[in-house]
């Protein structure tokens, strides 16, 4: 949740955005009614006229206390956890709109290619197959490409025929995003991903480059013509501001996505929150939620207020298809694999109770580093993956 009297957001190119200038990228029909003439201007107007006209309307000290109201307002809209089918240990959840029902526990691949050896991080795959998690995560670019590797290994032998594969791409061309979808179904030895999904969609030009002519989207569409992938969705963990221009580029291309991917967790509650503005819209247009770093890859155990099982039970007990939680070891997997098995949503107290238990270490994103710094920001860091 956006704090009031923060003004600053510093996207991944080091841009200083005011709040206000981040708004007029939002939706219309989710801002407060006081902003959506600002929003409407903002979309035949240049930046620097924006801003002057955001200035006279509302204030610049106004905007953050109405994108708070704003996040107030969604806090609890479509908040109820999804229906789920228990198979022995583990629930299985509808995905969006798809027809397709997958675990709500997903198999994090980023993790995978951290394990030092490749016949272990084989076996745990396998084993969280075997434990019932149908929902596989990759990425082209997850340790140059030793992630899609591994899993495509473990796939054989008949188990790629029990999971739903999903995996991402960087490019925002075409051509580097058709290139890297065919490099990414080599490794993963298999004709065809279930999700192909843009990534790290951070910056608010990604939505205009994904989908100009020429641009990233194209060569998805010519993949899924051509029965490469099934579904077609998008990532981000920047600022769920972003996520939201993403929305609204893609409808004015008549583009709706299957499934979306952006962090959920008990601290994004209070800080810059995809959970009180993008999570509604995904609802409403039956997109799949995807849930991510519900424990910000360990940072917000290190705070000392939240434990591993009550960061998956928040994520889990909204209406999210799936939560992607990285596994690099059995124990892990146990963990992961117990919290399904005793699942039960959270009740109205209970989430109060963790919310206000968090508040206070999550009020300026410091344990949310995605959000706040660029160390999760692989395309900073290798601009050229880009295109």
Known sequence: M?????????????????????????????????????????????????????AAIVGMAMVPRLVHAAAEATNESGAATLPSVRKGDMLY??????????????????????IFDEKDSITLIRSAIDRGITFMDNCWDYHDGVSEERMGKALRDG??????LMTKIDGRTKAAAAKQIDESLSRLQTDRVDLMQHHEVIRFEDPDRIFAAGGAQEAVLEAQRAGKVRFIGFTGHKDPLVH??????????????????????????????FEHLVLPRLVQEEIAVLGMKSMADGLILKSGVAQPFE????????????????????SVLDQAVEVARNFTPLTPPERTALLARTATAAASGSYELFKTANRF???AKHPEWLG
């Open 2 to 54: 956006l704090p009031p009297g923060r003004v600053d957001i510093k996207p991944l190119d080091g841009r200083a955005v005011t709040q206000a200038d981040s708004v007029l990228r939002a939706s219309s029909t989710d801002l407060p009614a006081p902003l959506v003439p600002l929003y409407r201007f903002s979309m035949s107007a240049n930046r620097r006229d924006v801003l002057k006209t955001g």
């Open 93 to 114: 959840r509808p995905l969006g709109r798809t027809g397709v029902q997958v675990s709500a526990i997903g198999l994090g691949g980023h993790h995978i290619g951290r």
């Open 159 to 164: 188990y790629r025929d029990k999971v739903f």
């Open 244 to 273: 939201m221009r993403m929305l609204e580029v893609a409808a004015a291309h008549k583009t709706r996505f299957d499934a979306v991917q952006m962090p959920l967790n008990v601290m994004d509650a209070h800080f810059r929150s």
């Open 311 to 330: 960061c998956l039970r928040y994520a889990l007990s909204l209406p999210t298809a799936v939560v992607i939680t990285g596994i690099d070891n059995p």
């Open 377 to 379: 920001d692989a395309t």
